[in-house]
């Protein structure tokens, strides 16, 4: 039998109080989060999640794993890329940000195949040298549940995301920021109706980003996109 293959999946900190008020004396201790739909994703796939405490030096990680998974949360710090905070921003997370830059610093040197979901389609292409809209309101479906069909994503035909799913597919939307400028070294590969970017593929890496979110999903145990990461995390 084969050794699955090992997917870092990326989280956020929060400190106790910030997530309930019943923790009494615990509420000041720092908590690592980690969506467990991400990682359902990928063990159905056939790989092994890893939640990654960014506590740890991002640095150790590249020569354990076979794969990456950037996860959704909060904005970029829009220093990263050269901009001033818009009044609608929500509250950036420095040290994730650094930690995840590291991250894809490791998997750049080691080869590793990356998927970055909706945060994690931006931090690629901001690691890239690449800019965001920091908001598009009609993309923040926020008031519907998860799973909700929000809108139709195309994609570039002989593309790799076609390849995955055909030239189009209808998505959830839970993000209010999108790729602008592309980075040097990725192309856009899937839109919205509306012109939004919703999927970049690198031309020398591995490494995909799509801005919805796939493992919320109801087709989540059949979608794609986990194939793809953990077979190329096999090889």
Same mark, same amino acid.
């Not at 293959?5 to 106790?16: D, K, Y």
């Not at 939640?51 to 990680?61: E, G, N, R, T």
């Not at 139709?152 to 076609?162: H, I, M, P």
């Given at each position: 039998?084969? &050794?699955?293959?090992?997917?870092? =999946? ?9 997530? /309930? ?5 615990? #509420? ?6 980690? @969506?467990?739909? @991400? ?21 150790? @990680?590249? /020569?354990?794993? +076979? ?12 220093? #990263?890329?050269?901009? &001033?905070?818009?009044?609608? %921003? ?5 040290? #994730? +940000? ?18 970055g979901i909706c945060r994690g389609i931006q931090t690629l292409n901001v690691h890239g040298g690449g800019t965001l809209h920091q908001h598009v309101a009609p993309h923040a479906r926020f008031d519907r549940l998860p799973n909700y069909i929000a809108h139709r994503v195309g994609f570039t035909e002989g593309s790799l995301l076609a390849s995955l799913y055909g030239p189009s597919i209808?998505?959830? /939307? %839970?993000?209010?920021?999108?790729? +602008?400028?592309?980075? $040097? ?8 109706? $509306?012109?939004?970017?919703?999927? =970049?593929? /690198? ?17 989540? $145990? ?14």
């Amino acid at each position: 039998m084969g &050794t699955a293959p090992l997917i870092g =999946i990326s989280g956020r900190t929060r400190t106790g109080k910030e997530i /309930s008020s019943t923790l009494d004396s615990m #509420r000041e201790l720092d908590v690592d989060l980690f @969506y467990c739909n @991400y990682a359902q994703g990928v063990i159905e796939a056939g790989g092994l999640p890893v939640f990654l405490p960014s506590s740890a030096d991002p640095a150790d @990680y590249a /020569s354990r794993l +076979d794969g990456l998974l950037l996860s959704g949360g909060t904005d970029i710090d829009p220093a #990263r890329y050269g901009q &001033t905070p818009s009044a609608e %921003l929500l509250a950036p997370e420095p040290a #994730r +940000d650094a930690f995840e830059m590291a991250l894809l610093d490791g998997a750049a040197q080691a080869g590793m195949p990356v998927l970055g979901i909706c945060r994690g389609i931006q931090t690629l292409n901001v690691h890239g040298g690449g800019t965001l809209h920091q908001h598009v309101a009609p993309h923040a479906r926020f008031d519907r549940l998860p799973n909700y069909i929000a809108h139709r994503v195309g994609f570039t035909e002989g593309s790799l995301l076609a390849s995955l799913y055909g030239p189009s597919i209808e998505v959830n /939307s %839970l993000h209010h920021q999108t790729v +602008d400028r592309v980075a $040097d070294g990725f192309v856009v590969t899937g839109r919205s109706d $509306d012109g939004a970017v919703e999927g =970049i593929e /690198s031309t020398g890496r591995p490494w995909l980003g799509v801005q919805w979110h796939p493992e919320m999903m109801d087709s989540r $145990d059949r979608d794609p996109v986990f194939d793809w990461l953990v077979k190329a995390a096999s090889g």
